[in-house]
T-cell receptor
Framework: GAVVSQHPSWVICKSGTSVKIECRSLDFQATTMFWYRQFPKQSLMLMATSNEGSKATYEQGVEKDKFLINHASLTLSTLTVTSAHPEDSSFYIC???????????FGQGTRLTVV | ELKVEQNPLFLSMQEGKNYTIYCNYSTTSDRLYWYRQDPGKSLESLFVLLSNGAVKQEGRLMASLDTKARLSTLHITAAVHDLSATYFCAVELKGSGNTPLVFGKGTRLSVIA
């Protein structure tokens, strides 16, 4: 089946710094990718929809200037957490679907810890 | 707004027993998904249900979908410890194009001897 690869798997950064997370579709092209955030013992919440070649669509309450999304190619979307704070510590997961396929594939997730 | 409700949120069951997890959603949907998540890991796809009356089985797990009732069930048969995990149902908004999933809160399953 289709594979979505996320990198890094975990990252620790200092408050005030920026962190970039990559999401790649390995064997298919994804015009749309989704970024979710999951706090401990909670469900996945959609942060934004990443659209290739255009601006991302952010969910209500998600700061677009803090969570920068770039979808520059059909196989890569990046999420940059800018000026990270401890409350940004979370598990970030990307997802993509192979064109007209029915199944949504998820990356391995990135555990971000801001200290 | 699409809402997805799962119950129970916590489930402790003995090995060998059967149980059902329920997933209700609020608006018409094309697709319903079940995922498993182990601690510290991402989601593992279990089932994709695409039509009313769909039933899928894999090992000790069986999922069904009733689109008229807006209800899906995940039935566990003769539970074993390896099934301990968190199970999420997720629903895709009905419509054209590529739409995101809306997740239930998850059911944390613990299978004990």
């Amino acid at each position: 089946g289709a594979v979505v690869s996320q990198h890094p798997s975990w990252v620790i950064c200092k408050s005030g710094t920026s962190v970039k997370i990559e999401c790649r579709s390995l064997d298919f092209q994804a015009t749309t990718m989704f970024w979710y955030r999951q706090f401990p013992k909670q469900s996945l919440m959609l942060m934004a929809t990443s659209n290739e070649g255009s601006k991302a669509t952010y969910e209500q309450g998600v700061e677009k200037d803090k969570f920068l999304i770039n979808h520059a190619s059909l196989t890569l979307s990046t999420l940059t957490v800018t000026s990270a704070h401890p409350e940004d510590s979370s598990f970030y997961i990307c997802s993509a679907r192979d064109g007209g396929g029915t199944e949504a594939f998820f990356g391995q997730g990135t555990r971000l810890t801001v200290v | 707004e699409l809402k997805v409700e799962q119950n129970p949120l916590f489930l402790s069951m003995q090995e060998g027993k059967n149980y059902t997890i329920y997933c209700n959603y609020s608006t018409t949907s094309d697709r319903l998904y079940w995922y498993r998540q182990d601690p510290g890991k991402s989601l593992e796809s279990l089932f994709v249900l695409l039509s009313n009356g769909a039933v899928k089985q894999e090992g000790r797990l069986m999922a069904s979908l009733d689109t008229k009732a807006r209800l899906s069930t995940l039935h566990i048969t003769a539970a074993v410890h390896d099934l301990s995990a968190t199970y999420f149902c997720a629903v895709e908004l009905k419509g054209s194009g590529n739409t995101p999933l809306v997740f239930g809160k998850g059911t944390r399953l613990s299978v004990i001897a």
